[in-house]
């Protein structure tokens, strides 16, 4: 079976596009993905048999079985890579999760004005998952519901509660980004 375009693509980032056998890296040099232990002599085309190889170092090995250390640091590599994409699969998990507790509070607290009904934007989450991802603190977002939500005669398109609670938010992040933080007490939104 060939190694597939993504499974080449990780073994080159995984060997930081640098060859096994000599160390030279792309792009000085050509890189192939090759089998340590090659098919002819029962390698397999799982991560722990394969390398990036330059192509002259590739071309001129052929057949031959390479050295035992090689074969030992390579699986040690695809282990350790192995772990990272783990635990990077297991961080957007998290994230994902987060993301969604962010969501669901913020939707809780909304519902509590539903009379009359306030209408959201369709687009809405993505506020909310950029905030949650970038630390923004879901108490000033609840916050700012509650003063978008007792503004009168808002005019903001179809959901002017959202655009003036969003519109609070980036107001109260700009003011403590250019104040080095909220100072004196100063109330979120307020100008």
Not at 36 to 46: E, H, I, R, Y
Not at 82 to 111: G, H, P, Q, T
Not at 115 to 124: A, H, M, Q, T
Not at 159 to 187: C, H, I, N, Q
Request: hydrophobic content about 40%; glycine content about 6%; some cysteine.
């Amino acid at each position: 079976m060939a190694v597939s375009k993504r499974l080449r693509f990780e073994i080159l980032r995984r060997d930081n596009h640098t060859c096994q056998y000599c160390g030279e890296k792309a792009p000085n040099v050509t890189l192939h993905v090759d089998h340590v232990v090659p098919v002819s002599l029962g390698g397999t085309d799982k991560p722990d048999n394969l390398v990036a190889a330059c192509k002259d170092c590739n071309l001129g090995k052929t057949s031959l079985p390479a050295d035992a250390p090689l074969v030992a640091s390579v699986g040690k590599l695809a282990a350790a890579y192995a772990v990272d994409v783990a635990e990077r699969m297991d961080n957007i998990r998290k994230s994902i999760l987060r993301e969604k507790v962010y969501a669901d509070c913020f939707e809780e607290m909304w519902e509590l004005w539903d009379d009359p009904r306030r209408p959201l934007p369709n687009d809405y989450r993505t506020a909310l998952y950029r905030w949650c991802r970038m630390g923004v603190p879901l108490e000033l977002v609840l916050q700012a519901i509650s003063i978008a939500m007792d503004k009168e005669n808002l005019r903001y398109g179809p959901a002017p509660e959202f655009a003036y609670m969003a519109g609070v938010v980036w107001r109260t992040l700009d003011d403590a980004m250019s104040d080095g933080g909220l100072k004196g007490g100063a109330t979120i939104g307020a100008r």
